[in-house]
């Protein structure tokens, strides 16, 4: 079974508008962690923002915050006020437990913003 | 702010070659990882290094690859002998801590690609 799903293999959002990315993850660790990611076309991993399995609250991260809901075990990505820069590929990523655990991948959502 | 540093940028090699992929972490983290992205796939996890040791390996990190910290900067990943399918993004990542909550960073990547 697939631990990270990305359902949305495209998206288009306006200018100014908000967007939202699915993400929804398999675990059956009480401890993870999940992060968005954000790789531009020229290719490098920026890491956004970060929500823990035991944070009371949302993530937020400037335009950026996290739509956490736990019990369906989704961690949706928004982005407010989309800016033509933050078109790229986003990729879901989790890590398990405490140990030095390795980020396991979601197949990223492709977003492109139009003017 | 401090960053992950990759270099080459892009390395051509002609199968069957070695090839040495090169890291610098961010000088005060302890953890370190390596994953490939094979073009227009997710992101997979290769191998993970604490302490002058493998800490885990994915069923892709096979003999012909190892991973070395030759001095107290660079982190390199080494391909023996490459196969056409190794042609890939090369990331190296780095974090501070390994709790799952701490969140790797990346480097801009290595493009590998295999003649």
């Known amino acids: 079974a697939q631990k990270i799903t990305q359902t949305q293999p495209g998206m288009f959002v306006q200018e100014k508008e908000a967007v939202t990315l699915d993400c929804t993850y398999d675990t059956s660790d009480p401890s993870y962690g999940l992060f968005w990611y954000k790789q531009p076309s020229s290719g490098e991993m920026i890491f956004l923002i970060y929500?823990?399995?035991?944070?009371?609250q949302n993530a937020t991260e400037g335009r950026y915050s996290l739509n956490f809901q736990k019990a369906r075990k989704s961690a949706n990505l928004v982005i407010s006020a989309s800016q033509l820069g933050d078109s790229a590929m986003y990729f879901c990523a989790m890590r398990e437990g405490w140990g030095n655990t390795p980020l396991v991948f979601g197949k990223g959502t492709r977003l492109s913003v139009i003017a | 702010e401090p960053e992950v540093t990759q270099t080459p940028s892009h390395q051509v090699t002609q199968m069957g070659q070695e090839v040495i992929l090169r890291c610098v972490p961010i000088?005060?983290?302890?953890?370190f990882y390596w994953y490939r992205q094979i073009l227009g796939q997710k992101v997979e996890f290769l191998v993970s290094?604490?302490?002058?040791?493998?800490?885990?390996k994915s069923e892709i990190f096979d003999d012909q690859f190892s991973v070395e910290r030759p001095d107290g900067s660079n982190f390199t990943l080494k391909i023996r002998s490459t196969k056409l399918e190794d042609s890939a993004m090369y990331f190296c990542?780095?974090?501070?801590?390994?709790?799952?909550?701490?969140?790797?960073?990346f480097g801009d990547g290595t493009r590998l690609s295999i003649l």
């Open positions: 990542a780095s974090s501070e801590r390994r709790d799952s909550n701490q969140p790797q960073h």
């Open positions: 929500q823990g399995s035991y944070d009371q």
């Open positions: 290094f604490y302490n002058n040791e493998i800490s885990e």
């Open positions: 000088s005060n983290h302890l953890y």
